[in-house]
């Protein structure tokens, strides 16, 4: 009997994503498998510094971007090609499987509509989830929660960052807590061991999500959660295939793919998603960096994702194309993206009061989510 997406095992585990075609007693089994494994979670990471999203995931049929980045472009042999036109950095192998298995979705010249090039205002809009308002008290994550019910039968956190104090993107009336390790919690679980195959880069993203995946092995109360990484500004010496930039790359995505095989099953019910405050300027500066742009790109990784395709209309790097003659030029609003994933994943569909003043309605969704 066919099945409507895929059949995959996991830890020695059966996973099944899309059910409408399954046998009546694989459903049965599925419904009964109790509430961890129907409660929903949100992971959001930051990349601090504004990432080069061109370099990220290239567009390697696009004559422009070589001649504009004569020393710091990703050679098109090196690209690991995704549809033909876009291709990741080589640093990016560790994601490549998520892509193969569409488990992981692209969406390219996504951005805020504000176009400052200060990293405070625009890390700030962001995380507010109101471009171009320094009022708004609360972080749209904390507003994502409103409408949620808590997880049956839980009193655990229902929010939890990464760090010693509340992100901005948490802050508000809901509960939130910011916790290093798994004893800041006070929860059960303190046992919770790395599974197999959760291979870990060094450094601080990487023990950040280790330490994330524990919490929420350990707390099935965790719907959001936050976590970011630094050191995306390279103004000089970014590199191509090799420097500053496939460094950080590697780190990251080693790190997020370790992170996706920690949570085992439980990644079924979770989706990531990955943002930075703008994107990179499309010509490399003398200094062979680049500086403060304008769209960038966001990843969005989990079980219920609609994978191995790159969402958003591509705007073209021509200079009559590019915003203000220099960046890539937003298409997508970063609402759109998490308001999609806050509505069709978390089932909070009160998008009015998570991103007011912007028309997020299902209308508009990418519908990257199965």
Not at 193 to 217: E, N, V
């Amino acid at each position: 009997m066919p099945i409507t997406r895929r059949v995959f095992v996991r830890n020695g585990a059966l996973a099944l994503v899309g059910t409408s075609a399954l046998p009546v007693f694989l459903k049965r089994a599925i419904a009964v498998a109790g509430p961890a494994a129907r409660d929903k979670r949100l992971v959001v990471i930051f990349q601090r510094g504004a990432a080069d999203g061109l370099n990220m995931v290239v567009p390697h049929a696009e004559p422009a971007y070589y001649s504009m980045r004569p020393t710091i472009n990703i050679p098109r042999h090196a690209v690991l090609d995704l549809d033909g036109f876009f291709g990741l950095h080589p640093a990016l192998t560790p994601l490549q499987p998520l892509w193969k298995q569409r488990h992981l979705a692209i969406v390219h010249a996504a951005g805020s509509p504000d176009a400052t090039r200060s990293h405070f205002d625009a890390q700030d809009y962001m995380e507010s989830g109101t471009p171009g308002f320094k009022t708004t008290e609360e972080g749209w994550l904390n507003r994502a929660l409103h409408a949620v019910p808590a997880p049956n039968g839980s009193s655990g956190f229902r929010a939890i960052a990464l760090g010693h104090a509340l992100p901005r993107i948490l802050a508000g009336p809901e509960p939130a807590v910011a916790a290093n390790n798994i004893n800041d919690l006070r929860v059960g679980g303190r046992n919770s061991k790395t599974a197999p195959g959760a291979d870990y880069p060094r450094g601080y993203f990487g023990d950040s999500l280790r330490r994330l995946a524990q919490m929420i092995k350990a707390n099935s109360s965790v719907q959001v959660a936050f976590a970011d990484i630094g050191g995306w500004d390279h103004h000089a010496n970014q590199g191509g295939t090799q420097g500053q930039l496939a460094n950080l790359l590697r780190e990251f995505s080693g790190a997020l793919a370790a992170f996706w095989t920690d949570l085992g099953d439980l990644a079924e019910d979770t989706i990531v998603i990955t943002m930075s405050e703008f994107g990179r300027t499309a010509r490399e500066n003398s200094n062979r960096g680049t500086d403060h742009g304008h769209a960038n790109v966001m990843l969005v990784m989990g079980g219920r994702v609609k994978g191995g395709k790159v969402y958003g209309r591509w705007p073209g790097l021509e200079t009559s194309q590019l915003h203000e003659g220099r960046d890539l030029a937003v298409t997508t609003d970063f609402r759109r993206v998490l308001g999609e994933a806050v509505a069709q994943h978390l089932g909070n569909g009160q998008l009015d009061s998570v991103f007011p003043e912007f028309d997020n309605s299902p209308a508009n969704f990418l519908r990257f989510l199965g």
